[in-house]
């Protein structure tokens, strides 16, 4: 089975400063995608940036962009310019491509990340 | 409405009450799922429904009973729930089928306290 890992609990960052999240993730499988969401403190959870494992270009997202490094199995999503409005939880997932009936999305514990002045 | 809409978006109720929370989705999606989120843990999957068939019954008690009668709406019936069932219950939706990202799409979630 896949395992998530988000080993910071808690993230904090300046405003209009840079921060990266980090995110790793065990797996046996070749073709799997990642995906990076964010629940804001009114609990409506929305994606953030997704990954292909078969695609070397890291994705970006406007100010959001993540470092995918498939043989070390990490996912670090890094905010640049930060804003208030990016202060939120933040959880990274996993969602194997092999054929199925739905696709089961497997989630670390997520970080919290505070935004100052 | 638009996106994934749950109701309620709070709930208190007893042991021995019985509740269904509902869940819809205005995207046209195949499969909807529900979650609970509880402090310091993973999302939990709990039930999956590709087609209004439920594919997936992740070892959930039998307090919880979902129910999906289309694929726009997803209900979980509660009855003689415990005090740790108390958590944030997440509805998602997505579009299966046809390859691609299948990114879920989440609702706002029912906060739930049993007393």
């Known amino acids: 089975a896949q395992t998530v890992t988000q080993s910071q609990p808690e993230m904090s960052v300046q405003e209009a400063e840079t921060v990266t999240l980090s995110c790793t993730y065990d797996?046996?499988?070749?073709?799997?995608?990642l995906f990076w969401y964010k629940q804001p403190p009114s609990r409506q959870m929305i994606l953030v940036i997704r990954?292909?494992?078969?695609?070397?270009q890291n994705a970006t997202e406007n100010r959001f962009s993540v470092n995918f490094q498939k043989a070390a199995k990490s996912f670090s999503l890094k905010i640049s310019d930060s804003q208030l409005g990016d202060a939120a939880m933040y959880f990274c997932?996993?969602?194997?491509?092999?054929?199925?009936?739905?696709?089961?999305?497997?989630f670390g514990t997520g970080t919290r990340l505070q935004v100052t002045l | 409405e638009t996106g994934v809409t749950q109701t309620p978006r709070h709930l208190v109720m007893g042991m021995t009450n019985k509740k269904s929370l509902k869940c819809e989705q205005h995207?046209?999606?195949?499969?909807m799922y529900w979650y609970k989120q509880s402090a310091k843990k993973p999302l939990e999957l709990m039930f999956v429904?590709?087609?209004?068939?439920?594919?997936e019954n992740n070892s959930v008690p039998s307090r919880f009973s979902p129910e999906c009668p289309n694929s726009s709406h997803l209900f979980l019936h509660l009855h003689t729930l415990q005090p740790e069932d108390s958590a944030l219950y997440l509805c998602?939706?997505?579009?299966?089928?046809?390859?691609?990202?299948?990114?879920?799409?989440f609702g706002p979630g029912t906060r739930l306290t049993v007393l």
């Open positions: 998602a939706s997505s579009q299966e089928g046809g390859g691609g990202y299948n990114e879920q799409f």
């Open positions: 797996t046996s499988e070749s073709d799997y995608y």
């Open positions: 990954q292909e494992a078969y695609k070397q």
């Open positions: 997932a996993y969602r194997s491509r092999s054929t199925g009936t739905a696709s089961k999305l497997t």
């Open positions: 995207l046209g999606h195949n499969a």
């Open positions: 429904y590709n087609f209004k068939e439920q594919t």
